[in-house]
């Protein structure tokens, strides 16, 4: 594609959002070089990782400027971030090896081998634990983020090609030529195999509503699992060769990648409906996104690419909060150190207070709210209980109340 054709294009993508597309528009393009295959985002540093076969790319989220061009890393097909301790891991297909990257200086920290064709990589920052599908020994490899060692294997089904992890609930999601595997985070065990179309794509996870998002490219549509029960409970079909899923849990959209017709789809989870149809470069592949700046990025494999959408319907412009309700989100989350909490008390409501329980049920941490506001409110958290005491790791629930109003809980999911 020409510069010309892509000045056109992001014309043309720019004026069909203005009048009917939720606010989503292309915003940048930025040259990767070569091709553009995996990508992960860090909310916290406002980073964008891509792999190009022979290096990986890091961008500045805020300017779209290539800051640092990571050489070593080779071969490398898909790429996963933990944003808690600043690290890329990146499997490399030609050496057969996960690279270890740390990001506060982009320097290698070790390579660790593994079997031939490592394919997808996804991190648990929770339990900081590696996934890893091979795609010709039908396995997922388990590694341990702090030894950097493989400590286990897992038989899935055949071909696996990508993994996804809901950190909420500590459960891991192949997709393989027919089927799903479910394993269980806990003891790295599969726990059933799910049926599906063939040739599933990449798999998103919304932790927020326990909804996993499987691409079917080859019947156009994206199945929706309920992770409680593991059972289909839904299908998008206003897609086009889908191949990969973005999730924005805050405002609950999907954003699906179709290879060969150069697109986006924007999906409306809780409706269903198709918000719109984005135009982007040759090959969209991999996808991910940004919540804290509302941006989503799309590589674009056979451009060599990195199209930047923007979705204004959440971030900072509109509150992804409906001001009618009492409501709250966090983001970091999972966090180390810090997070803030969103608070959505509707102006009238009387009483407001939000508490932080542990898993047994018992309070350790409250903050007094007041009345309503006008707008949300941003609530900081350092980890510490009203004792002082820092928090040990682990899953927190955060609860707000106001009197005379439906409670708002949500997971905190806390890391050393």
């Given at each position: 594609m020409s510069?010309?054709?892509?000045?056109?294009?992001?014309?043309?993508?720019?004026c069909?959002?203005?009048?009917?597309?939720?606010?989503?528009?292309?915003?940048?393009?930025?040259?990767?070089?070569?091709?553009?295959?995996?990508?992960?985002?860090?909310?916290?540093?406002?980073?964008?990782?891509?792999?190009?076969?022979?290096?990986?790319?890091?961008?500045?989220?805020?300017?779209?400027?290539?800051?640092?061009?990571?050489?070593?890393?080779?071969g490398?097909?898909?790429?996963?971030?933990?944003?808690?301790?600043?690290?890329?891991?990146?499997?490399?297909?030609?050496?057969?090896?996960?690279?270890?990257?740390d990001?506060?200086?982009?320097?290698?920290?070790t390579?660790?081998?593994?079997?031939?064709?490592?394919?997808?990589l996804?991190?648990?920052?929770v339990?900081?634990k590696?996934?890893?599908?091979?795609?010709?020994?039908?396995?997922?490899?388990?590694?341990?983020?702090?030894?950097?060692?493989?400590?286990?294997?897992?038989?899935?089904?055949?071909?696996?090609?990508?993994?996804a992890?809901?950190?909420?609930?500590?459960?891991?999601?192949?997709?393989?030529?027919?089927?799903?595997?479910?394993?269980?985070?806990?003891?790295?065990?599969?726990?059933?195999?799910?049926?599906?179309?063939i040739?599933?794509?990449?798999?998103?996870?919304?932790?927020?509503?326990?909804?996993?998002?499987?691409?079917?490219?080859?019947?156009?549509?994206?199945?929706?699992?309920?992770?409680?029960?593991?059972?289909?409970?839904?299908?998008?079909?206003?897609?086009?060769?889908?191949?990969a899923?973005?999730v924005?849990?805050?405002?609950?959209?999907?954003?699906?990648?179709n290879?060969?017709?150069?697109?986006?789809?924007?999906?409306?989870?809780?409706?269903?409906?198709?918000?719109?149809?984005?135009?982007?470069?040759?090959?969209?592949?991999?996808?991910?996104?940004?919540?804290?700046?509302?941006?989503?990025?799309?590589?674009?494999?056979?451009?060599?690419?990195?199209w930047?959408?923007e979705?204004?319907?959440?971030g900072?412009?509109?509150?992804?909060?409906?001001?009618?309700?009492?409501?709250?989100?966090?983001?970091?989350?999972?966090?180390?150190?810090?997070?803030?909490?969103?608070?959505?008390v509707?102006?009238?409501?009387?009483?407001?207070?939000?508490?932080?329980?542990?898993?047994?049920?018992?309070?350790?941490?409250?903050?007094?709210?007041?009345?309503?506001?006008a707008?949300?409110?941003?609530?900081?958290?350092?980890?510490?209980?009203?004792?002082?005491?820092?928090?040990?790791?682990?899953?927190?629930?955060?609860?707000?109340k106001?009197?005379?109003?439906?409670?708002?809980r949500?997971?905190?999911?806390?890391?050393?």
């Amino acid at each position: 594609m020409s510069f010309l054709q892509r000045v056109i294009l992001v014309s043309l993508v720019l004026c069909f959002t203005i009048t009917g597309t939720g606010q989503v528009s292309v915003i940048d393009t930025i040259d990767v070089g070569y091709i553009a295959a995996g990508i992960g985002v860090n909310p916290a540093t406002n980073r964008i990782y891509v792999s190009n076969g022979y290096w990986i790319t890091e961008i500045d989220g805020a300017s779209g400027a290539v800051i640092d061009t990571i050489w070593g890393a080779s071969g490398v097909n898909d790429l996963d971030v933990d944003t808690v301790r600043n690290r890329v891991y990146a499997a490399s297909i030609s050496d057969s090896s996960v690279y270890v990257i740390d990001c506060s200086d982009n320097s290698l920290v070790t390579d660790i081998p593994v079997e031939y064709y490592p394919y997808g990589l996804a991190v648990n920052q929770v339990t900081n634990k590696i996934y890893v599908a091979h795609a010709y020994d039908n396995n997922v490899f388990v590694i341990n983020g702090s030894t950097n060692s493989v400590i286990d294997t897992i038989s899935v089904g055949a071909g696996p090609l990508a993994v996804a992890v809901n950190p909420a609930t500590n459960r891991i999601y192949t997709s393989e030529q027919f089927s799903v595997s479910v394993i269980d985070g806990e003891g790295d065990s599969l726990i059933t195999s799910i049926n599906t179309v063939i040739g599933p794509g990449m798999i998103g996870v919304n932790p927020n509503t326990n909804r996993i998002y499987v691409p079917g490219q080859s019947r156009d549509e994206v199945h929706v699992i309920d992770g409680a029960t593991n059972a289909w409970i839904d299908t998008f079909e206003a897609v086009d060769y889908s191949i990969a899923v973005g999730v924005y849990p805050q405002i609950n959209r999907i954003y699906v990648s179709n290879y060969y017709v150069d697109s986006v789809s924007v999906i409306d989870v809780s409706s269903g409906s198709l918000v719109s149809s984005i135009g982007v470069g040759d090959t969209p592949r991999t996808i991910c996104v940004n919540p804290k700046t509302s941006k989503i990025y799309v590589c674009c494999h056979d451009e060599g690419t990195v199209w930047v959408l923007e979705d204004l319907t959440g971030g900072v412009e509109v509150s992804p909060l409906n001001p009618s309700q009492l409501k709250f989100s966090v983001f970091p989350n999972p966090f180390s150190g810090s997070t803030e909490f969103l608070l959505n008390v509707p102006v009238g409501a009387t009483g407001a207070r939000f508490s932080i329980y542990n898993v047994s049920g018992t309070l350790v941490k409250s903050f007094s709210i007041g009345d309503g506001f006008a707008s949300p409110i941003t609530l900081p958290w350092d980890g510490k209980g009203d004792n002082g005491k820092k928090c040990v790791s682990g899953v927190y629930f955060g609860v707000l109340k106001a009197d005379k109003s439906v409670p708002s809980r949500g997971k905190i999911l806390l890391v050393d």
